[in-house]
């Protein structure tokens, strides 16, 4: 078996503060290297942010700011949402950070000009700040692009271009043969489908504008004028924070990535650009590409306009990280768009973690505190459940969620059928051997709980060590 597991996610743009869809994009990640940590590996897990860009200079002057300390400042956020999350990620990556990220996106573009993909052309066409893209006449809506709703600019530039086309048919076997794993099939189906069209090569520079900021952009290696393009400066990320291009011991240990969780608005530029680059730099690709979909509130798009936002530190404050990390991780698909609302999580809430599980600890362990002299043999080390270890492997977090619900489920039900407060009564000693093996099944959901809550975990697993009731899990709210 694999010793190590490497997991990264997307940096995020810091122009604006993140939300629901951010937070769950990095509970699913800490989830699933919380199980790999768990079951014995040598995880290291990525977090960033993507800072070399257009829309971030334009937010920050919008808000009157240099573009370093506005970036800095939404970093800062980023942070504390996280820690606010519980995320335990070992790496924090700004590709502003020239000593950290720049050698090794250079290093990498060295390597695809050495391999004969990058050229230069000239290129006319409509760019939208919004997209940081070029779009098509057929992308607009009324001479607007529809997602940003600004008319795109007039550029004619000369640029690098990263021959992409060459890659199409020997990325298609390696997705086809699982060697490059897409996960759910639907995107991989998605993909394929995509792919088979035939691949364009992408423009993988800009001309340094006027007034853009000093330290913003990556220079080309060999020409000043030029910055790199998205595709070389934000996707090496995932390479340079482990040092490749400069100090690259955790590079040799942890590549190639054994996940890479993205949403679905990304899967393209993950599962096409990328790994082109990867091959034409003659790297490892990574094992899986994990793509989730999005969230929606009552059906529809979270928007300002509809008034139907739900903001990750309003429901943390209100509920508690793991009742949030709860919610996301059992009653939102992996793989397709999920739904939250007020209403819904309030209700979720109460009846599975108020009413079900913090009810259960509350039950189970006064009974041992009151009938049991010390605390009990704890299954610390056992495996995990194979079918529990299944679920992680297919990503179905949701699914292995349940399975622990089914759990508690089942010892609530034990507790009214065999009713341990009555027999430690009538028969002391069997009473007490009964209200052993609920304490080491209690034990056990806290183990399997870990990965989706491991505050809650932690506190379970201290009650039973110390053999005490634990204050109230999960308040009424
Ligand atoms: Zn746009």
């Known amino acids: 078996m694999e ?40 995880t290291y897990f990525l977090a960033g942010s993507d800072e070399n860009t257009q829309k971030m200079v334009d937010a920050a002057a919008k808000a009157g700011t240099e573009p370093m300390a506005f970036l800095d400042d939404i970093v800062k956020n980023f942070m504390k949402l996280y820690a606010s999350l519980d995320i335990s990620y070992d ?12 050698p090794g996106a250079q290093a990498l573009w ?13 290129y006319e066409g409509l760019y939208c700040v919004g997209h940081e893209a070029f779009v098509t006449e057929k992308d607009l809506v009324g ?8 008319e795109p600019e007039h550029l004619r530039e000369e640029n690098y271009f990263f021959r992409l086309s060459r890659y199409a048919d020997v990325l298609k076997g390696k997705i086809e043969s699982d060697e490059l794993r897409l996960v759910p099939q639907s995107r991989k189906n998605e993909i394929l489908s995509f792919i088979g069209d035939g691949l364009k090569d992408v423009s993988f520079s800009r001309p340094r504008r006027r007034g853009w900021p000093e330290g913003l952009g990556i220079p080309v290696p060999g020409d000043d004028s030029q910055i790199m393009y998205v595709w070389c400066d934000a996707l090496a990320n995932y390479i340079t924070a482990l040092g490749f291009g400069r100090d690259d011991a955790l590079y040799r240990e942890f590549w190639p990535a054994d996940v890479h969780v993205i949403g679905k608005d990304i899967l393209r530029f993950h599962a096409a650009i990328w790994p082109a680059m990867l091959l034409s730099a003659g790297l490892p690709l990574p094992k899986t590409i994990f793509v989730h979909g999005f969230i929606t509130s009552g059906g529809k798009k979270m928007s300002k306009t509809l008034g139907n936002i739900i903001d990750p530190e309003e429901l943390i404050e209100t ?25 819904g999580f309030k209700d979720a809430y109460t009846a599975n973690l108020t009413n079900g599980l913090g009810n259960l600890v509350a039950r189970v362990m006064k009974l041992a505190e009151t009938h049991l002299g010390e605390s009990v043999a704890r299954p610390e080390a056992a495996p995990f459940p194979r079918e529990y270890s299944d679920m992680f492997d297919m990503f179905e977090l949701n699914r292995a969620i349940d399975f622990v619900w089914g759990r508690i489920q089942a010892l609530d039900e034990r507790i009214t059928r065999e009713e341990p407060f009555r027999l430690v009564k009538k028969d002391p000693e069997r009473g007490r051997a009964l209200i052993g093996e609920l304490v080491t099944e209690l034990y056990w959901i806290a183990r399997l709980l870990n990965p989706f809550m491991p505050e809650t975990s932690e506190i379970i697993k201290r009650a039973v ?8 899990l999960f308040p009424r709210v």
């Open 319 to 343: 509920y508690g990280t793991d009742a949030v990390r709860y919610f996301l991780l059992r009653h939102i698909s992996p793989f397709e768009d999920g739904d939250i609302t007020r209403e």
């Open 465 to 472: 060590r110390e053999n005490k009731k634990p204050e109230n």
């Open 91 to 102: 790496q924090f990556i700004r590709t502003t950070d020239t000593k950290v990220h720049w």
């Open 110 to 122: 060295k390597r695809l000009d050495a391999a004969g993909d990058v050229y230069t052309k000239k």
């Open 143 to 150: 001479g607007k692009c529809p997602d940003h709703g600004t």
């Open 3 to 42: 010793k190590t597991f490497y997991l990264t996610t997307p940096i995020f743009y810091p122009n604006a503060k993140l939300h629901l869809g951010h937070a769950y994009t990095m509970t699913l990640a800490d989830a699933l290297i919380r199980y790999q940590r768990g079951a014995g590996k040598k």
